[in-house]
């Protein structure tokens, strides 16, 4: 598998690149993390051009590579890349240039096949999605970003599944909440959470919501199969059989002391962008990581 991690700062984005490797490494997945820096202007392209060559005359680092380079920093802490990657050093320069707005350098890991440092130039949404769609991404990792709408699209127009590290506290103890309906991506959420569980060694709430209170079979035999998955993998699970909106249920039943994992919403796009859906609601309104599984 394969994990994107967008970092903006060390200051804020700590939590993300931790909860991102924790999970990659539960997956065995390997990892690139991508920097985007603010989109330059034409007006401005020149002067920034002068000054990046003035920079390297004077050894100062163009912006957004001492992001990668607290990154690679963490990556050699916690031994996710080689001995030997580490004595080298952070290779700033070697970014390779992939086209105007993007470079890259390769490193060797060792939770996964490869470790990838990548900056870009651009609008965030635009840059990250082509880069989900150049490195055909399963799970983008993204900070709970207090520019809301920002996440909100993300989540819709990135072709990935979306983890949102919304608020997360590495001193708080965690469980695990997974929504388990009939929808089209519940299976797959339900897998997704086993192995989070397994990386954050964490007991699991398996969470179905009726708004009636009548749970049909479709429901029932959803939460037996994820029931199932849980025994065979030996992982320790509550069911929970639910009534009320399954949006404010959710937020309730997690709280700010859950990991949320559900799948991702089977409406039509245009559909979405006027009436929203139970994911990206429940991205909106719970202050805690959640995961949404497309």
């Known amino acids: 598998m394969k ?10 984005s700590a939590p993300t690149l931790q909860v991102g490797m924790n999970v990659a ?73 992939k086209g105007e707005n993007r470079a890259e350098v390769y490193l060797q890991g060792t939770t996964g096949s490869d470790v990838s440092l990548i900056l ?40 990935s599944s979306i983890f949102v590290v919304n608020q997360y506290d590495q001193n708080k103890s965690y469980k695990l909440l997974i929504a388990v309906d009939d929808s089209l991506h519940t299976e797959k959420a339900v897998k997704y ?33 994820a029931e199932k998955l849980m025994r065979r993998m030996g992982i320790q699970y509550e069911t929970h059989l639910l009534k009320g909106n399954p949006i404010d249920v959710i937020k309730k039943t997690a709280g700010d002391d859950h990991i949320i994992v559900m799948g991702a919403s089977t409406k039509n796009p245009l559909v979405k962008f006027f009436t929203g859906s139970k994911p990206l609601k429940i991205m909106e309104n719970c202050p805690c990581p959640v995961l949404i599984v497309k």
């Open 3 to 12: 994990f994107l991690i967008a970092v903006g700062s060390e200051k804020y």
């Open 25 to 97: 490494s539960a997956f065995n997945a390997s990892v690139t993390v991508v920097k985007v820096e603010p989109q330059i202007s034409e007006h401005s392209a020149s002067h920034v051009k002068l000054a990046q060559e003035r920079m390297g005359e004077w050894d100062f680092d163009s912006p957004g590579v001492d992001v990668l380079e607290w990154a690679f920093n963490y990556f050699a802490e916690h031994h996710y890349i080689t001995p030997s990657t580490v004595e080298t050093g952070f290779p700033k320069t070697t970014l390779i240039e």
């Open 120 to 159: 870009r130039n651009g609008d965030t949404i635009s840059e990250l999605r082509d880069e989900v769609s150049i490195g055909q991404f399963d799970v983008t990792i993204i900070g709970g970003s207090q520019k809301r709408r920002m996440a909100h699209d993300l989540i819709q127009y990135l072709d």
């Open 193 to 225: 959470g086993v192995r989070v569980s397994q990386a954050f060694d964490v007991n699991v709430d398996l969470v179905t919501v009726s708004k009636t209170g009548s749970f049909n079979s479709g429901y029932r035999n959803a939460a037996n199969r």
